[in-house]
């Protein structure tokens, strides 16, 4: 399809326009990933089907349980990660899998996220399966695998295969950059990456991001030393002891921005404070909760209570996103201070960088201009202390509902909006996002539903949202940035739809950037 089109310019038969006009932009992930070897895939069995959560294809033999991912990797094996569901805590797992298959979760689910995040091929949702952790067997119509054995998944189809199926790695050509370098002559919105750690932002780059949309600070707490402080933050009795913690995680946060901010040099960073709830960052076994216990010198019944008293029906709708930061000022103090932090190291050798702090989970003008007041006078006070200072902005995400329908009022205040639609679309449909498996495939089936609205932009309900609060937002601050930043900010129809709509940047994992540059470019093309 690139070929062709690069081909038909070059001789003259098509203008530029009508090149880019030629390209699906959906199929360029086939560039871009690994697929099956085709004769191979032919003889494949299906075994059963699941979302298609991130593109490509991966093989490798089954494990369950993240640690096991990361230590097989290590020895040298190929594993595909096989879960019910993934959080936070498998992230290091996931990054060593091939693959991961859920059993459980919807397009925006964290599994599903994550890969795309990565680059890796996922598969989630596949609700046919039953996993046994304890027996370490996955059981498929009466079918059992177990640990170790072979499996295929292919994430662009939600197909997986039983046994090993050979794959072939992408090759992108100089055709393939001349189209992009075609797309960003024709676009207005620029094209962002959603980006956590400085290798995705390096790829993002490459792929031609002009900043990144979001970045999600959460995963930043989970490796070793870090871990450990966050967790003694999260069981912190007072305010005092909590920002004792707080402050032995400042120099890992401020090291991680300082990579981020390195990877993007020149290039704006929206980085988003603390978004989930704490109970995802404390151990919920007795094994863990006893070492926990022991590493901080208290009993474990304290342990105990504190994960007791974590736990909420509805986490999705419970303690999380600004809620924690105007309940925690602290957190938000510290996490100001490493952003800013990182961006004044930085500009003392010389790298240009251009920080943006976001706010998550606003619905209340009020919870953003607290949070807002708190990043402004940390910042006075860090700027006070060095004697230095940088140029930054405080925005918000627009990811409820009731921030949609006040948007004229939040603007009043909030620098620049980014819509979070993952969130937006859970709250206006009151679909979980991480339950939509159960039902999604029969309303899609029984055409109640036209797409997954978790992939796709749904335009008339969710859309509307988006439009009104950035026309809301733009009757008082004309100038307000506006941008996408959950998982449709990839999907063609969608990057379409926020062009129409006048966003000035669409933000997705880095692998879909060049999809979003060709549909950002249609959609100039097509006004
Ligand atoms: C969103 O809600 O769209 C978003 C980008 O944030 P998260 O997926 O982390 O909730
Ligand atoms: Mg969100």
Redesign the pocket.
Known sequence: MVKIAVDLLRQGVIDEKTALQRIEPNKLDELLHPVFDKAALKKANVLVKGLPASPGAATGQIVFFADDAAAWYKGGKKVVLVRIETSPEDLAGMAAAEGILTARGGM?SHAA?VARGMGKCCVSGAGALIIDYKKKTVEVDGKILKEGDFISINGTTGQVFEGQIPTQDPELTGDFNELMKLADKYTKMSVRT?ADTPKDAQQARTFGAVGIG?C?TEHMFFEGEKIKAMREMILAENTETRKLALSKLLPFQQADFEGIFRAMAGYPVTVRLL?PPLHEFVPHDSKGQQELADAMGVDVHVVVQRVEALHESNPMLGHRGCRLGNTYPEITEMQTRAILGAALKLKEEGVVTYPEIMV?LTGILYEFSEQEKIIRSTAAQLFAETGNSIEYKVGT?I?IPRAALTANRIASVAEFFS??????TQMTFGYSRDDIASFLPIYLEKKILKFDPFQVLDQNGVGQLVRMATERGRTVRPDLKCGI???HGGEPSSVKFCHRVGLNYVSCSPYRVPIARVAAAQAAIEE
Do not use: A, H, S, Y
Request: with cysteine; net charge negative.
């Open positions: 925006t996220v959603n979001l999600r978004d998550p995400m990811e819509f979070g639609t993952n969130d937006l930043c959950g998982e």
